[in-house]
């Protein structure tokens, strides 16, 4: 069975300090996909970065970071110099031919910048 | 380009009511899958429409129904609306039934009272 985990519900930080949000899935298959999406207090789930399973490079994007570890079976997500727009629920989701590709979602972390 | 819309944003029903809601896909693609979000959760799949058809189907009753038209668009219909049914519906848009990037929308609010 497939599973994504987001231990951590609700992270509490103040304004440009770095807050990492975990991400451990669970998956059999040898091909599968990992997403970070946003949501914030509108509703809309804004897409953040896809990863496949055989691409275990960091990627950095701006503020943004993700660190995958296929030994670990994490897919964690940093923001450095956090900022009060980046208030919002994150949620990591999985995919891959088991669902039929449909995202298997984590609980999801709400994070809270404070100014 | 606009992206997934959805309609209405919000509506208030009563138990037992049924209701319709509706979803246009980002331009280009042609799959639609229907979410709920219950408050503070993640969202649960509904079902896909693919091509006019139901591809995929997660864990809902049958009260829980919808359909696609050429235009790619697709409806969300829920019969004899229960108090539970009360969510966030989300729909999100994708190519080919594949995993290579769901668009979604800002859903619709559903309060059953």
């Known amino acids: 069975a497939q599973k994504v985990t987001q231990a951590q519900t609700e992270i509490s930080v103040v304004e440009k300090e770095d807050v990492t949000l975990d991400c451990v899935y669970e998956?059999?298959?040898?091909?599968?996909?990992l997403f970070w999406y946003k949501q914030p207090p509108s509703g809309e789930l804004v897409f953040l970065i896809r990863r496949n399973s055989f691409d275990e490079q960091n990627e950095i994007s701006g503020r943004y970071s993700w660190n995958f570890q296929k030994s670990t079976s994490s897919f964690n997500f940093t923001i450095t110099a956090s900022q009060v727009v980046d208030s919002a629920v994150y949620f990591c989701?999985?995919?891959?031919?088991?669902?039929?590709?449909?995202?298997?979602w984590g609980a999801g972390t709400k994070l809270i910048i404070k100014p | 380009d606009a992206g997934v819309t959805q309609s209405p944003t919000h509506l208030i029903k009563t138990r037992g009511q049924q209701v319709t809601l509706r979803c246009s896909p980002k331009s280009g693609h042609d799959t639609v899958s229907w979410y709920q979000q219950a408050l503070g959760q993640g969202p649960q799949f509904i079902f896909q429409?693919?091509?006019?058809?139901?591809?995929q189907r997660g864990n809902f009753p049958d009260r829980f129904s919808g359909h696609q038209f050429p235009n790619y668009s697709s409806e969300l219909n829920v019969n004899a609306l229960l108090l539970g049914d009360s969510a966030l519906y989300l729909c999100?848009?994708?190519?080919?039934?594949?995993?290579?990037?769901?668009?979604f929308g800002s859903g619709t609010r559903l309060t059953v009272v």
């Open positions: 999100a848009s994708s190519l080919d039934l594949g995993p290579y990037g769901y668009t």
């Open positions: 989701a999985l995919t891959s031919g088991d669902s039929n590709y449909q995202l298997i």
């Open positions: 998956t059999r298959d040898t091909t599968y996909y």
């Open positions: 429409y693919y091509e006019e058809e139901e591809r």
